[in-house]
């Protein structure tokens, strides 16, 4: 397994809930619930001078767990890297796992679904001018924390209202990303320490009855 892919899955990795890697297909979940996902080969597409433009259509899946974007059109993002292909992703979590096996590259534009649209696909939306509702009730996709952004303050606010949640911007929110995979990772490693405990301990021996010598 390449480096890539090995920092790819312990980022796209999380706790039990996604113990459903490589085995689902796209299963949703209700508000506040996880979307499951799946394992889908990286893009090979060429440098596009404006990749947001009719991203769905060009960008149909996800490039680092293959899910389908038009159907979480709502988290999705796009990242535009300097000198190389622009990365379709379902998620901000994909999106940290874009960034940092490409920390070296720089990101030229960075855009995300604007949940202020009533579109019926929500339209992209440069992060920088997005805001974003953490640890709301709204659906969540490859987190356990739902990360939401909006074009606008008032929408954002009008969400937090009715669903919780706190106000952030994309650093924030990637903050809040990269802390949970950190959680994540923690978690994973503790349930594995666990397991090779129980599997590593030496079996007993069975107790045999006392057999009476013959005189």
């Known amino acids: 397994m ?3 892919d090995i920092l790819r899955f312990s980022i796209a990795a999380g706790p039990a809930s996604l113990a459903l890697w490589g ?3 796209g299963a949703t979940a209700g508000m506040g619930g996880m979307v499951g ?4 080969p990286a893009s090979n597409k060429s440098a596009d001078p404006e990749p947001q433009v009719n991203d769905i259509e060009k960008y149909p899946k996800c490039n680092y767990c293959g899910m389908d974007r038009k159907r979480f059109h709502f988290s999705r993002m796009l990242i535009d890297y300097i000198n190389d292909a622009p990365d379709p992703l379902c998620s901000i979590r994909c999106a940290a796992s874009s ?8 990101p030229r534009a960075i855009w995300v679904g604007d949940n ?3 579109s019926e696909a929500k339209p992209l939306i440069l992060v920088d001018k997005a805001t974003f509702l953490v640890g709301s009730k709204l659906p969540t996709v490859m987190t356990r924390v739902s990360k939401t952004a909006f074009g606008t303050l008032e929408a954002a606010q009008t969400a937090q209202t ?3 949640g706190e106000l952030t911007d994309f650093d924030g929110a990637l903050l809040a990303t990269y802390t949970e995979v950190a959680e994540d990772i923690k978690s994973n490693r503790a349930t594995i320490v666990e397991r090779l405990k129980r599997t590593q301990q030496p079996s007993q ?3 045999k009855p006392d057999q009476k010598q013959n005189p």
């Open 2 to 4: 390449k480096r890539r």
């Open 23 to 25: 085995q689902q297909t």
């Open 37 to 40: 996902m799946t394992a889908g």
């Open 99 to 106: 960034l940092i096996t490409k920390l070296g590259r720089g």
């Open 116 to 118: 202020a649209s009533s």
């Open 162 to 164: 009715a669903n919780g």
């Open 205 to 207: 021996p069975e107790s």
